[in-house]
């Protein structure tokens, strides 16, 4: 028989209504309402695929003004109603709009326009949700538009795009009337000022609620599975708080899920309204599910207003207060069985292994037993044998001793006889007695014999152990020599292959050079002595000082500052040539100039040349010429330092000029980045936020916002002037190694151990893109100065370049022996420059063609940078040397000295370097040979 089912609905609407049907009948109302304070929250209900997204949201034109068709949802139709209802109140009152939307995700609440925000649920208000101010609709359809691709949907049997989440679309709607007293329009900060005028507060919430559906019918898996559960389950828990306000129960479970958390206030405040759109499917496979949402809408219909409810605080409290015991009670349950269990095992274990060691006590007692039995056989055996021979030999002798008496008696006797004279034999007795101590003698050894035995068998057992604990000592000791002797062989092998290749390239240096010199040779015997002077000029300009030449020269050769002799060179100056302050550097008398011009050659540069002198000769021999010595350039080294900046506690990593050059920032170990007056050396700020160490920092160059980045994941953006935080970009996984402005301001470049560059926009925080790429660690990044291109550098010996606007790797650089920390263009933008911990530096054109190498550093180089025109690079490496190179002749210009540690990163500021290491910043005038 049928069962007959009745329902009551405010409104039914079937397939012949049209969404603006819908909407101008059940939902303008309510639209309206908010405008006059009321909060309103829509929802829509429903199996999986019953159509409660298309009601919420439809259809968008974008070629349309307003963006509706006669498809288009409430969310559209109810936000250009808002926004005209604005328009038209504009010149009587501030209306302000905002607009927030956000799903609820396997129980956990995620904003679609701030995906990096982390929203919470707190008293009963969402809290760290993003807002969007919207004043015109096509601002509705972006939002709109970015927040519908994050929203989590995938393809069921029963829906091909299902949403697995539930929607959340809120307006909040702002109304002050306009007076002169409030010019500008109130806003969302509860902290912020007020001007003391009231303000209308009201609030839509449209709920697209994801469809209930059954396991058996979609075939979810995996995820899907996953998310179908937490959905049903936050179903259940809204049906459950309906079920109670329906029963008038003293306690409405609103707490057991995110969905109705975030619908108490719906259900609960006595100035909301909610309307419920019940979507319900025609196919009969669904008659359970339909009849599941007509009854639920039905309860709905017949809850009590808000203004009605009484919602029992104390109930609330007892109940929670109750939950928290029994999760107290459940937990302390857990620990002990977690405990008892543990104990089991330990018990357990400690049991498995007494047998396991009884086990091998009683073999070991049983093989030592068979052992002793067997040694003790051998032992017995050896006495006995020796026992016995002994006891034979003597008797043997004694029967020997017997016999030879017997004759001699015998023959005595006979002659005794013959002669017929009878002889008293006196010692007769005394032989007697001689013999029989001699058989005493031989029973006391049998008897010491055998008493010697158990002490003899002893003997043996303690000179075994001995043995055996010598043998394994020997062992030991064996191991140990031949492993020295191995190693000792590999360190001969490594020598001998060091020493072959160190005279490989001894040859080859001293063919290089002869041929050089053969060269010159000829040039010199072509030319006039006068010629020949300026060709030795000449030649000392043009010729490269090899790293040798550098270190044994470092306290030979000093140079005055080019600007010394000019009265109006400034410490500092803009890029426009004006003075930033009025300190001038003391000129040099003419006497002082005479007296550094005629100063002693250094002993280093004399015994330099002896040896040239020496290996002239030895090369001279070796080709069977005669070679003369020429001329060398030698990069002169001096201590060209201004000032020393000292304030940071830790090693500072990185520093970086203000565009004006009066102020620099310096970012440090100890986790603080610090602005300075260049001019004064005072400290102008100390920020700190970082939660590890600062590792990079750089000036916008079009504000005076400065960007650092650190090991704790993080970019922060900072005012250089008031020394206040702007905003923190998040979003890499590892330590973030370096950032880097562009060009106009506008981006922002990071780099990470997470392999990866992000690049940001500097203004909103948001990013950009992410470009993947590199198999290590990423160390450095440059912008193009025409700011489309990107250059990276890695740990995996690697440069790329990027087209960041598009995400996409163009070229990749490899030439480098091991990892590249720095890289950078040129001012032209037609080369670049890259510096790796091999000790070189090397220039590349666009078409990834090397075209110079740059050698002379004894160390890592860390940073290099060009300086303003182009025509000379400033290096920074581990053997705690600043070194400037000319780009034209390739070759090393001068060395700066004096740091006492690492240098990693440096500066340049027009004619001004700055240089960091330890705990000290140094600044330097660029100075040439």
Wanted: aromatic share 8%; charged share 25%.
């Amino acid at each position: 028989a049928e069962r007959k089912h009745t329902f009551t609905f405010t409104y039914v609407f079937d397939e012949d209504d049209t969404q603006s049907d819908i909407y101008n009948d059940a939902c303008v109302q309510l639209i309206d309402s908010t405008l006059d304070g009321h909060n309103a929250t829509l929802l829509a209900y429903g199996q999986t695929g019953s159509g409660k997204t298309f009601t919420i949201l439809g259809e968008v034109d974008d070629r349309s003004e307003d963006f509706l068709t006669p498809n288009s949802g409430i969310f559209l139709r109810a936000m250009n109603d808002l926004l005209s209802y604005k328009n038209s109140n504009s010149t009587t009152s501030h209306i302000v709009i905002g607009l927030s939307i956000v799903e609820v995700y396997n129980d956990a609440v995620r904003d679609l326009l701030t995906p990096t925000a982390t929203p919470k649920i707190q008293q009963d208000t969402v809290v760290g949700v993003g807002r969007e101010m919207v004043n015109h609709i096509r601002d509705v359809y972006k939002a709109f538009k970015f927040a519908n691709e994050q929203r989590a949907v995938t393809c069921t049997d029963m829906n091909e795009r299902s949403s697995r989440s539930h929607a959340v679309f809120m307006v909040e709607i702002l109304q002050q009337e306009k007076t002169e007293r409030n010019p500008d329009p109130p806003g969302f900060d509860p902290n912020a000022p007020s001007n003391g005028l009231p303000v209308k507060k009201s609030k839509i919430s449209l709920v697209d609620l994801a469809g209930s559906e059954r396991l058996k019918r979609s075939h979810a898996e995996g995820k899907a599975l996953t998310e179908a559960q937490n959905i049903n389950k936050s179903l259940s828990a809204l049906g459950n708080v309906v079920n109670a306000l329906y029963e008038n129960s003293k306690h409405v479970p609103f707490r057991d899920s995110t969905l109705t958390k975030l619908l108490k206030p719906s259900f609960s405040t006595p100035s909301s309204k909610v309307l419920l759109i019940a979507n319900t499917s025609p196919a009969e496979s669904s008659f359970v599910e339909t009849c599941q949402t007509l009854r639920f809408a039905d309860r709905i219909m017949q809850l009590d207003s808000p203004t009605e409810f009484s919602f029992d605080v104390t109930s609330e409290v007892e109940y929670m207060s109750k939950l928290r015991c029994l999760e107290e009670l459940s937990a302390d349950v857990r620990i002990l069985q977690v405990a008892e269990d543990y104990e089991l095992q330990i018990t357990k274990r400690k049991l498995a292994q007494g047998k396991e060691y009884k086990r091998n006590v009683e073999k070991f007692i049983a093989d030592y037993k068979a052992e002793v039995e067997k040694e003790g056989d051998k032992l017995f055996k050896y006495l006995l044998n020796k026992y016995l021979n002994t006891r034979r030999v003597v008797e043997a002798r004694v029967r020997s001793q017997n016999e030879e008496e017997a004759l001699r008696l015998k023959l005595l006797q006979e002659e005794q006889s013959e002669a017929g004279i009878i002889l008293e034999y006196t010692d007769k007795q005394e032989m007697i007695e001689h013999f029989m101590k001699y058989h005493k003698d031989i029973r006391t050894l049998r008897k010491n014999l055998t008493e010697l035995k158990p002490a003899l068998e002893e003997l043996l057992a303690q000179e075994k152990t001995t043995e055996t604990k010598t043998y394994k000592q020997l062992i030991k000791t064996g191991k140990e020599i031949n492993k020295f002797i191995k190693e000792c062989k590999e360190l001969n092998k490594q020598d001998e292959e060091m020493e072959e290749q160190l005279v490989q390239e001894e040859k080859e240096q001293a063919a290089a050079e002869a041929k050089a010199a053969m060269a010159t040779e000829e040039t010199l015997d072509s030319t006039t002595a006068g010629g020949a002077d300026r060709d030795t000029e000449a030649g000392m300009e043009t010729v490269a000082s090899s790293r040798d030449d550098v270190s044994d020269s470092e306290e030979g050769v000093s140079n005055h500052d080019p600007d010394a002799g000019n009265d109006n060179a400034h410490w500092m100056s803009t890029e426009d040539g004006s003075a930033l302050n009025t300190y001038v550097p003391t000129v040099p008398s003419e006497q002082e100039l005479r007296d550094e011009e005629n100063a002693p050659v250094c002993p280093s540069i004399v015994h330099r040349e002896a040896t040239d002198q020496q290996n002239l000769r030895h090369i001279s021999d070796m080709l069977g010429t005669v070679l003369k010595p020429r001329h060398v350039h030698i990069a002169p080294i001096s201590s060209g330092e201004i000032r020393s900046y000292i304030g940071h506690s830790a090693a500072v990593y990185s520093c970086d000029f203000y565009k004006t050059g009066e102020v620099f920032a310096s970012a440090s170990r100890d986790k603080t980045l610090r602005v300075w007056r260049a001019e004064s050396g005072s400290t102008q700020h100390i920020l700190t936020g970082h939660t590890g160490f600062v590792l990079s920092c750089n000036f916008d160059p079009t504000s005076a916002h400065i960007a650092s980045c650190s090991e704790d994941k993080t970019v922060k953006i900072w005012d250089a002037e008031t020394g206040k935080k702007i905003q923190t970009l998040k979003g890499h996984n590892e330590t973030v190694y370096c950032v880097q402005y562009g060009p106009n301001g506008k981006e922002i470049a990071s780099t990470s151990r997470d392999k990866t560059i992000r690049i940001w926009d500097a203004s909103s925080g948001k990013k950009i893109t992410t470009l993947k790429g590199h198999n290590g660690s990423v160390f450095c990044a440059a912008f193009s100065p025409d700011g489309r291109k990107l250059l990276s550098s890695a740990n995996d010996k690697l440069m790329k370049m990027w087209d960041w606007t598009t995400g996409k790797e163009t070229l990749t650089f490899a030439g480098h022996s091991t990892t590249v920390w720095s890289c950078c263009f040129s001012p032209d933008g037609q080369h670049f420059l890259s510096s790796s911990q091999d000790n070189t530096m090397k220039m590349w054109n666009l078409t990834g063609e090397e075209t110079q190498t740059f050698k002379g550093h004894q160390g890592p180089i860390y940073h290099a940078i060009f300086v303003k025109d182009g025509t000379k690079i400033v290096s920074a490496s581990g053997d705690k040397t600043l070194k400037i190179w000319d780009v034209n002749a390739g070759r090393e210009a001068n060395t700066l000295i004096g740091h006492n540690r690492t240098i990693y990163h440096c500066a340049v500021f027009n004619s001004l370097i700055l240089s960091c290491s330890d705990t000290i910043v140094k600044a330097w005038r660029l100075k040439t040979s």
